[in-house]
């Protein structure tokens, strides 16, 4: 992370509006909106069966949307095959051509458009295989490249004739992990140097969250949330991309105060519940869960929530494994811990809390009851329901 | 690197796609596959559908108007149908079906045609499952060629094959001569129905040991080993796991076979005479007598029985088609082991007797017909009918049958029809391997001429384009030749797609579409992409198309009456009539020039998948 980059100024790239997909009835894509920027690195990420994939293809152009546009530059690009959309596609598989030499493949797609530069395409394809690290081996064939080398081949491939545009799927996700994280850098590397408007389909959220400038999450043909990176892991938007990125603890309570609360009778705004000592502080909600009352940061920049809930309003929030300190006697419960993965660098420690299944991570591995508590300003408001709507 | 995408960095930058003129090009690239499939119907439409519906017209149109009489009386005719006569007369189905098991039942000439069309399914599948077992099952030496040599009954001409059977079982043909040395009596096999079941099995148990083969190699060891590690035992697995998979296949070769030999015409001319004549034969016979709409209902009927038993089928096939991919194949056994167990001993036992027998069936008809070609009258080894032939060439009258004309004609037609079905069945093979709705009519359309007779498109198209039709005051009429052209063409193109499409459909898509988003038109894709990686399959269906034509005798025979444009196989037939030994010496002219384009198929076409 570190690298990602939301210039909100920068000229739209890829418009989508309103796309949808539909296969004899069933829906693969439903209403997406997005815009995707000129130079940025964009990921569609989600489980399998969202919709990142035919997305992808809706952008290349294999498929044609059956409801909405597609635009490039502004322009409206229905009816205009692959052909002539000047993208570059790097498949899963890679899809070389399995009768051509490295050299052949790279060039293949000069034999369409002139190599950019004004250089001769032998010149471009010595260019992009220098590119992508695999100087040289111009005249091998195919076969006899390792995984990661097809893969890079693939990517110089479609890079050679100057596409405006690089689309990406899952071009990872045949390669053993430690490759994938040192070939990520390196595409993510490439993008940067071209300057390549590129969008990236993986279900791998690592991955989308390690190389993007912004990510698009996906569930059920639809972008849940569309963010950067940080965004995305800190502030999520629903309850699913809060569980989706990264390992998180949802809570799902009603805000206490008020006339369903302990009798403060201010709102939520300084409210404290006194019972066992718990402490919010200004800024913070008590949150009524399963009987425990719990404080949580509001009115936070990026939050969900504008304002502040009143009581009585639903509210679900959440806070990372990272936050959610073992030992920590306030603002907090206690727990069972019911089985621990050792991951190397942490522990990664399942907890029983009723009937709530919790995450947190640990130096060591724990036994029988703990106590767990968080920092209110660590916990994430993801939405807010006032009683109003819900009855 | 100093380039930036186009738009970005330099939105102004030249446009450093194509000129005008390529893009010209590309736009007529972009159209080419449409014009190709365009092309493709107008040729199927002119010379097979435009035929078959003159001929259906034929049928249902007596003197200007139309009725169903002609159908009426045809299935009521105990000639055609036998007992079957009466229930489409009105009978009682009971009293009909007491006819039929009664001794001295009448199946008709439909009746028989199917009669002998099961029979020969069922000694078709008997002889080609036992080749299948070994072929998948086993390994020696040789084996690959044997399995390549499965296809050699399908290029060789059906005249040919019946030549050889008529050397093999005619009073003075090899197996009396065989049953003469060891003291038995001469048998008379000509003229009978074994004789003609023989001959089908010679030709389409190969064709059931082909496809059960190729699905028996595409069962996963896995799968096997799977059943076995649950407890199944090694014939409990066969049953649930090998079994389930190879019936489809077996199926679907009984299916071709039953249609091919309940449309069959030269071996039955040849070796059943009229005294056991299928609907083909007296369709050809009608016609020729010039009763066109009594041969046009028989050709209806025939082709309605041939496209149900077809439809059947691949409405069974839709439902029930595997596809494996990338499976690990059963290992083979080696045919000899090395410490042999009894039960081993037997199998290998079976073979033994199946390959003798099997020897029997395949080599008697050439190694009878080469033999014939060199025996003269008296048993003595002579060139004699080679010499005929020489002969009737240098000081032939014009009416008769010369060789080199027949050998030109055929190599002429062959090279000919081939450029007309490769393109046809490689657009068709596209066509049907993309996925959208009505693909499955598409492909019906497109390969109903595996199934309809070549009498009825050789009629059809004789009584439209070859006697002429009138379009807008012209009077249009083609050669024979042309028209025979065409007709191969058509008997040839479902050849191609089937050697095509396979390979088509198990190409990665994402090679299609990288190419396509690297610039390249579909028709391009195809040129560059596709068919180099499917060029062995591209080259068997060129072979295959050579060979259809070489061997086609049922629409040839039709369109040759009378004109100089006969081929080989005419030739071998207008021969056999009178004199056995020239008509055999044209069969080993016409075995040679069909093995060339065998060895075209083994050495340009190694592997490829479908027939």
Same mark, same amino acid.
């Given at each position: 992370?570190?690298?990602?980059?939301?210039?909100?100024?920068?000229?739209?790239?890829?418009?989508?509006?309103?796309?949808?997909?539909?296969?004899?009835?069933?829906?693969?894509?439903?209403?997406?909106?997005?815009?995707?920027?000129?130079?940025?690195?964009?990921?569609?990420?989600?489980?399998?069966?969202?919709?990142?994939?035919?997305?992808?293809?809706?952008?290349?152009?294999?498929?044609?949307?059956?409801?909405?546009?597609?635009?490039?530059?502004?322009?409206?690009?229905?009816?205009?095959?692959?052909?002539?959309?000047?993208?570059?596609?790097?498949? *899963?598989?890679?899809?070389?051509?399995?009768?051509?030499?490295?050299?052949?493949?790279?060039?293949?797609?000069?034999?369409?458009?002139?190599?950019?530069?004004?250089?001769?395409?032998?010149?471009?394809?010595?260019?992009?295989?220098?590119?992508?690290?695999?100087?040289?081996?111009?005249?091998?064939?195919?076969?006899?490249?390792?995984?990661?080398?097809? *893969?890079?081949?693939?990517?110089?491939?479609?890079?050679?004739?100057?596409?405006?545009?690089?689309?990406?799927?899952?071009?990872?996700?045949?390669?053993?992990?430690?490759?994938?994280?040192?070939?990520?850098?390196?595409?993510?590397?490439?993008?940067?140097?071209?300057?390549?408007?590129?969008?990236?389909?993986?279900?791998?959220?690592? %991955?989308?969250?390690?190389?993007?400038?912004?990510?698009?999450?996906?569930?059920?043909?639809?972008?849940?949330?569309?963010?950067?990176?940080?965004?995305?892991?800190?502030?999520?938007?629903?309850?699913?991309?809060?569980?989706?990125?990264?390992?998180?603890?949802?809570?799902?309570?009603?805000?206490?105060?008020?006339?369903?609360?302990?009798?403060?009778?201010?709102?939520?705004?300084?409210?404290?519940?006194?019972?066992?000592?718990?402490?919010?502080?200004?800024?913070?909600?008590?949150?009524?869960? !399963?009987?425990?009352?719990?404080?949580?940061?509001?009115?936070?920049?990026?939050?969900? +929530?504008?304002?502040?809930?009143?009581?009585?309003?639903?509210?679900?929030?959440?806070?990372?494994?990272?936050?959610?300190?073992?030992?920590?006697?306030?603002?907090?419960?206690?727990?069972?811990? /019911?089985?621990? %993965?050792?991951?190397?660098?942490?522990?990664?420690?399942?907890?029983?809390?009723?009937?709530?299944?919790?995450?947190?991570?640990?130096?060591?591995?724990?036994?029988?009851?703990?106590?767990?508590?968080?920092?209110?300003?660590?916990?994430?408001?993801?939405?807010?329901?006032?009683?109003?709507?819900?009855? | 690197?100093?380039?930036?995408?186009?738009?970005?960095?330099?939105?102004?930058?030249?446009?450093?796609?194509?000129?005008?003129?390529?893009?010209?090009?590309?736009?007529?690239?972009?159209?080419?596959?449409?014009?190709?499939? #365009?092309?493709?119907?107008?040729?199927?439409?002119?010379?097979?559908?435009?035929?078959?519906?003159?001929?259906?017209?034929?049928?249902?149109?007596?003197?200007?108007?139309?009725?169903?009489?002609?159908?009426?009386?045809?299935?009521?005719?105990?000639?055609?149908?036998?007992?079957?006569?009466?229930?489409?007369?009105?009978?009682?189905?009971?009293?009909?079906?007491?006819?039929? +098991?009664?001794?001295?039942?009448?199946?008709?000439?439909?009746?028989?045609?199917?009669?002998?069309?099961?029979?020969?399914?069922?000694?078709?599948?008997?002889? !080609?499952?036992?080749?299948?077992?070994?072929?998948?099952?086993?390994?020696?030496?040789?084996?690959?060629?044997? @399995?390549?040599?499965?296809?050699?009954?399908?290029?060789?001409?059906?005249?040919?094959?019946?030549?050889?059977?008529?050397?093999?079982?005619?009073?003075?043909?090899?197996?009396?001569?065989?049953?003469?040395?060891?003291?038995?009596?001469?048998? /008379?096999?000509?003229?009978?129905? %074994?004789?003609?079941?023989?001959?089908?099995?010679?030709?389409? #148990?190969?064709?059931?040991?082909?496809?059960?083969?190729?699905?028996? /190699?595409?069962?996963?060891?896995?799968?096997?080993?799977?059943?076995?590690?649950?407890?199944?035992?090694?014939?409990?697995?066969?049953?649930? +796991?090998?079994?389930? *998979?190879?019936?489809?296949?077996?199926?679907?070769?009984?299916?071709?076979?039953?249609?091919? =030999?309940?449309?069959?015409?030269?071996?039955?001319? #040849?070796?059943?005479?009229?005294?056991?004549?299928?609907?083909?034969?007296?369709?050809?016979?009608?016609?020729?007598?010039?009763?066109?709409?009594?041969?046009?209902?028989?050709?209806? &009927? /025939?082709?309605?029985?041939?496209?149900?038993?077809?439809?059947?089928?691949?409405?069974?096939?839709?439902?029930?088609?595997?596809?494996?991919?990338?499976?690990?194949?059963?290992?083979?056994?080696?045919?000899?082991?090395?410490?042999?167990?009894?039960?081993?001993?037997?199998?290998?036992?079976?073979?033994?007797?199946?390959? !003798?027998?099997?020897?029997?069936?395949?080599?008697?008809?050439?190694?009878?017909?080469?033999?014939?070609?060199?025996?003269?009258?008296?048993?003595?080894?002579?060139?004699?009918?080679?010499?005929?032939?020489?002969?009737?060439?240098?000081?032939?009258?014009?009416?008769?049958?010369?060789?080199?004309?027949?050998?030109?004609?055929?190599?002429?037609?062959?090279?000919?029809?081939?450029?007309?079905?490769?393109?046809?069945?490689?657009?068709?093979?596209?066509?049907?391997?993309? @996925?959208?709705?009505?693909?499955?009519?598409?492909?019906?359309?497109?390969?109903?001429?595996?199934?309809?007779?070549?009498?009825?498109?050789?009629?059809?198209?004789?009584?439209?384009?070859?006697?002429?039709?009138?379009?807008?005051?012209?009077?249009?009429?083609?050669?024979?030749? #042309?028209?025979?052209?065409?007709?191969?063409?058509?008997?040839?193109?479902?050849?191609?797609?089937?050697?095509?499409?396979?390979?088509?459909?198990?190409?990665?898509?994402?090679?299609?579409?990288?190419?396509?988003?690297?610039?390249?038109?579909?028709?391009? &894709?195809?040129?560059?992409?596709?068919?180099?990686?499917?060029?062995?399959?591209?080259?068997?269906?060129?072979?295959?198309?050579?060979?259809?034509?070489?061997?086609?005798? =049922?629409?040839?025979?039709?369109?040759?009456?009378?004109?100089?444009?006969?081929?080989?196989?005419?030739?071998?037939? @207008?021969?056999?009539?009178?004199?056995?030994?020239?008509?055999?010496?044209?069969?080993?002219?016409?075995?040679?020039?069909?093995?060339?384009?065998?060895?075209?198929?083994?050495?340009?076409?190694?592997?490829?998948?479908?027939?």
């Amino acid at each position: 992370m570190g690298s990602e980059r939301d210039d909100a100024s920068a000229p739209v790239a890829v418009e989508l509006e309103g796309v949808s997909k539909r296969y004899d009835g069933a829906v693969a894509v439903e209403g997406v909106d997005l815009r995707i920027r000129e130079g940025e690195f964009f990921t569609l990420v989600g489980p399998s069966g969202c919709g990142k994939t035919t997305t992808l293809r809706l952008i290349a152009g294999f498929e044609e949307p059956t409801a909405g546009t597609v635009r490039f530059d502004g322009r409206d690009v229905s009816g205009v095959p692959p052909e002539g959309r000047n993208v570059g596609v790097v498949f *899963q598989n890679y899809a070389l051509f399995p009768h051509m030499t490295v050299g052949e493949n790279v060039g293949y797609g000069l034999r369409f458009s002139d190599p950019p530069g004004g250089v001769s395409p032998a010149e471009r394809v010595r260019e992009l295989l220098d590119l992508v690290d695999l100087p040289g081996t111009a005249d091998r064939d195919p076969e006899s490249l390792s995984g990661g080398q097809r *893969q890079r081949v693939a990517m110089a491939r479609a890079l050679a004739p100057g596409p405006d545009l690089l689309l990406l799927d899952e071009p990872m996700s045949a390669l053993d992990a430690r490759l994938r994280e040192r070939l990520r850098l390196q595409v993510r590397g490439i993008q940067r140097e071209l300057g390549i408007t590129t969008v990236y389909v993986t279900h791998d959220q690592e %991955e989308a969250l390690s190389v993007s400038d912004r990510v698009a999450v996906m569930r059920d043909g639809t972008p849940e949330q569309v963010a950067p990176p940080r965004t995305v892991y800190r502030r999520p938007a629903s309850r699913f991309v809060a569980e989706f990125v990264g390992d998180n603890n949802v809570f799902e309570g009603v805000v206490a105060g008020g006339e369903s609360g302990d009798g403060d009778g201010q709102g939520g705004r300084n409210g404290t519940t006194g019972g066992d000592g718990n402490r919010g502080g200004p800024g913070t909600v008590p949150v009524d869960v !399963g009987g425990t009352t719990l404080h949580v940061a509001v009115g936070g920049r990026d939050d969900a +929530v504008n304002g502040v809930p009143a009581p009585g309003d639903r509210i679900t929030f959440c806070v990372r494994p990272q936050h959610l300190r073992v030992g920590r006697g306030d603002n907090g419960f206690r727990a069972d811990v /019911e089985s621990a %993965e050792f991951l190397g660098e942490t522990t990664r420690v399942h907890l029983g809390w009723g009937d709530r299944e919790l995450v947190v991570r640990t130096e060591d591995p724990l036994r029988g009851t703990v106590a767990v508590g968080f920092d209110p300003a660590n916990a994430h408001v993801i939405s807010v329901a006032s009683t109003a709507d819900t009855s | 690197m100093s380039d930036g995408p186009r738009g970005r960095d330099a939105p102004d930058a030249p446009d450093h796609r194509r000129d005008r003129p390529a893009r010209l090009r590309d736009r007529l690239e972009r159209r080419a596959l449409a014009g190709l499939t #365009a092309a493709t119907v107008a040729v199927l439409a002119v010379v097979f559908y435009y035929p078959i519906g003159t001929v259906l017209v034929e049928s249902v149109v007596v003197d200007g108007a139309v009725t169903l009489g002609v159908f009426a009386r045809l299935l009521r005719d105990p000639f055609y149908f036998g007992e079957f006569a009466r229930l489409f007369a009105g009978e009682g189905p009971i009293a009909v079906a007491r006819a039929l +098991v009664g001794p001295d039942r009448r199946l008709g000439i439909v009746g028989f045609t199917a009669y002998q069309a099961a029979l020969s399914t069922v000694a078709s599948v008997a002889l !080609g499952l036992p080749a299948a077992y070994l072929l998948a099952r086993f390994e020696f030496p040789g084996r690959r060629t044997l @399995r390549s040599l499965t296809i050699v009954p399908f290029v060789l001409p059906s005249i040919m094959v019946a030549v050889g059977y008529v050397a093999t079982f005619g009073r003075n043909g090899t197996l009396n001569v065989l049953l003469g040395a060891v003291g038995l009596g001469p048998v /008379e096999l000509m003229f009978t129905l %074994e004789a003609i079941v023989i001959a089908h099995a010679f030709y389409n #148990a190969p064709l059931v040991a082909r496809v059960t083969t190729a699905a028996w /190699e595409s069962v996963d060891a896995g799968a096997v080993e799977t059943a076995r590690s649950l407890g199944a035992g090694p014939l409990r697995a066969f049953l649930d +796991v090998v079994a389930p *998979q190879v019936y489809p296949a077996v199926l679907m070769g009984a299916a071709l076979t039953f249609v091919f =030999t309940f449309g069959t015409f030269p071996i039955v001319l #040849a070796l059943g005479g009229f005294e056991l004549a299928t609907v083909e034969v007296f369709v050809y016979r009608l016609a020729r007598d010039l009763n066109y709409a009594e041969a046009a209902a028989l050709a209806v &009927v /025939e082709l309605v029985i041939s496209l149900t038993v077809l439809g059947a089928y691949l409405r069974y096939e839709a439902r029930h088609t595997v596809t494996s991919r990338g499976v690990r194949p059963l290992p083979r056994r080696p045919l000899v082991p090395s410490a042999p167990t009894p039960g081993d001993v037997l199998t290998r036992l079976g073979l033994g007797v199946y390959g !003798g027998v099997a020897a029997l069936v395949f080599l008697a008809p050439i190694v009878s017909m080469v033999l014939a070609s060199v025996t003269g009258g008296d048993g003595a080894l002579t060139l004699d009918h080679y010499r005929f032939l020489l002969d009737r060439q240098r000081t032939g009258a014009a009416f008769q049958v010369r060789p080199w004309p027949a050998v030109r004609n055929s190599l002429v037609f062959a090279a000919a029809s081939a450029l007309v079905a490769l393109p046809m069945g490689v657009v068709v093979a596209v066509v049907t391997t993309r @996925r959208y709705r009505g693909r499955k009519l598409v492909d019906a359309v497109a390969m109903a001429p595996f199934a309809v007779s070549g009498i009825l498109v050789g009629l059809g198209l004789l009584r439209g384009l070859v006697f002429g039709v009138e379009v807008a005051g012209w009077r249009i009429a083609v050669a024979g030749s #042309a028209a025979i052209v065409a007709a191969h063409a058509v008997a040839g193109y479902p050849f191609v797609v089937r050697t095509v499409a396979p390979g088509l459909e198990s190409l990665d898509r994402s090679l299609i579409e990288s190419a396509r988003a690297l610039g390249a038109s579909r028709a391009r &894709v195809l040129r560059d992409v596709e068919l180099p990686l499917v060029w062995p399959g591209v080259v068997a269906g060129a072979a295959f198309a050579v060979a259809i034509s070489m061997g086609e005798f =049922t629409a040839t025979v039709v369109l040759a009456t009378g004109a100089d444009a006969y081929t080989m196989p005419v030739a071998i037939e @207008r021969f056999i009539g009178r004199r056995l030994g020239p008509a055999t010496a044209m069969g080993v002219v016409l075995l040679v020039v069909t093995g060339l384009s065998f060895v075209v198929i083994e050495r340009l076409g190694g592997e490829y998948d479908g027939i």
